[in-house]
């Protein structure tokens, strides 16, 4: 069976926090919060709406700690209460399938040269501008791992629509891409001339 070590600091500030201890609560938040909130972020586009999303995971998080079973990795099962706790507050604040007809991209954005480029920023910052469907689904299956089974039971939606939700994410990155690619060779092409 695959052991997953833990630190002892870690180990210590749960242990700490399941007694409530307030001050090994403020060291884990202060800890885990930097992270948790880019993990919001991606799921929730503003920045209020990411805050309250972190604030509630933790609340969660400190409610439910004795639900951590020391099985697998104590900042996994923090992560999945926060990608949880994003996903009912799009349910909550969201139409979830903001749909977007794309045109077929009609070609392949040259990834050699947007990989020299493109920072991870960029592209986080293009995640962040699909609608909130594409960007849940892309989020959930690239990032984060989930299969398209537990997509579709978390989100109370179909096989199928992840599929399609996802396939379409994609479609519109690569025109997002595109636009990029078009805008730094009109940039490289001001400054050769």
Not at 23 to 31: I, T
Not at 109 to 118: I, T
Not at 151 to 166: D, M, V
Request: hydrophobic content about 35%; glycine content about 4%.
């Amino acid at each position: 069976m695959l052991q997953i070590k833990r630190s002892k600091e870690e180990e210590k500030l749960a242990a700490a926090c399941r007694k409530g201890d307030r001050k090994a609560q403020r060291s884990l938040y202060d800890k885990y919060a930097p992270l948790f909130m880019a993990v919001c972020k991606r799921y929730v586009k503003d920045d209020a709406g990411a805050e309250d999303v972190l604030v509630s995971g933790f609340t969660k998080i400190f409610a439910k700690i004795d639900q951590f079973k020391e099985e697998g990795s104590f900042e996994g099962w923090m992560r999945r209460i926060m990608v949880n706790e994003s996903l009912s507050y799009i349910r909550k604040h969201k139409s979830l399938y903001m749909q977007v007809e794309l045109d077929t991209v009609e070609r392949s954005p040259n990834f050699e040269s947007l990989a020299n480029d493109l920072e991870v920023e960029d592209l986080m910052k293009m995640i962040h501008r699909l609608p909130v469907g594409y960007r849940t689904v892309f989020n959930m299956y690239a990032i984060e791992g989930f299969s398209h089974r537990e997509i579709a039971e978390k989100l109370e939606i179909s096989e199928n629509t992840s599929k399609s939700q996802l396939s379409r994410a994609r479609k519109h990155l690569q025109q997002l891409l595109l636009e990029a690619e078009e805008m730094m060779d009109k940039a490289l092409n001001r400054n050769e001339g």
